[in-house]
């Protein structure tokens, strides 16, 4: 079974807060981990990979916890820009399914 | 930068008619894709296309999908018979190469298909 499950929220927060969005699958052979954006009536696109060790990119802090399966996404310093809805991906063998959350959802006010 | 292209953005059929969507992946990409959004939905996988064959494909993948590479540039994908019920966004995403091939997808922009 594949399954990757995300809080949906709204999450609503103000310019400058730092959130945090986790992520959970449910198949121990997965071996490729992302976070992707997308904002309404796009496409995806991708925010970031995510790596065993956990990685940074700006602002944004990606985690992955194999054993526990689960994979966080954590926002510091909030953008307007930033509102959109935020994927958590999941991927088994190579060329294979690519398997997408509901996505968590994003407002953030000035 | 590369990029997946999608055609057309928008498609507008009646109930039981054939559709061909037409995609363009990333030309140096092995594994192609398709995947389905309902409107308010979750971004559904279809079917994954490696090495001119189908590599896998979900239950939403019946009789009525096909996919096709016909010119080793385009990958289309048809519904045979269209029901409301296929109404969605259909978006299109190649990934991998020969030397990474458990990066990224990246995806085209969508067409918009509406069944009436």
């Known amino acids: 079974r594949k399954e990757v499950e995300q809080d949906p929220g709204p999450f609503n927060v103000p310019e400058g807060a730092t959130v945090a969005f986790n992520c959970t699958y449910s198949n121990s052979a997965s071996q490729s981990f992302f976070w992707y954006r997308q904002d309404c009536r796009k496409e995806p696109k991708l925010l970031m990979s995510v790596y065993s060790s956990g990685n940074e990119d700006g602002r944004f802090t990606a985690q992955l916890n194999r054993a526990s399966q689960y994979i966080s996404l954590l926002i510091r310093d909030s953008k307007l820009s930033d509102s959109a809805t935020y994927l958590c991906?999941?991927?088994?063998?190579?060329?294979?399914?690519?398997?997408f959350g509901k996505g968590t959802t994003l407002s953030v006010s000035s | 930068e590369p990029e997946v292209t999608q055609t057309p953005s928008h498609q507008v059929t009646q109930m039981g008619q054939e559709v061909i969507l037409r995609c363009v992946p990333i030309?140096?990409?092995?594994?192609f894709y398709w995947y389905r959004q309902i409107l308010g939905q979750k971004v559904e996988f279809l079917v994954s296309f490696y090495n001119n064959e189908i590599s896998e494909k979900s239950e939403i993948f019946d009789d009525q999908f096909s996919v096709e590479r016909p010119d080793g540039s385009n990958f289309t994908l048809k519904i045979r018979s269209t029901k409301l019920e296929d109404s969605a966004m259909y978006f299109c995403a190649s990934r991998g190469t020969g030397e990474t091939l458990n990066t990224e997808a990246f995806f085209g922009q969508g067409t918009r298909l509406t069944v009436v």
């Open positions: 030309s140096n990409h092995l594994y």
């Open positions: 991906v999941v991927g088994y063998q190579a060329g294979t399914a690519l398997i």
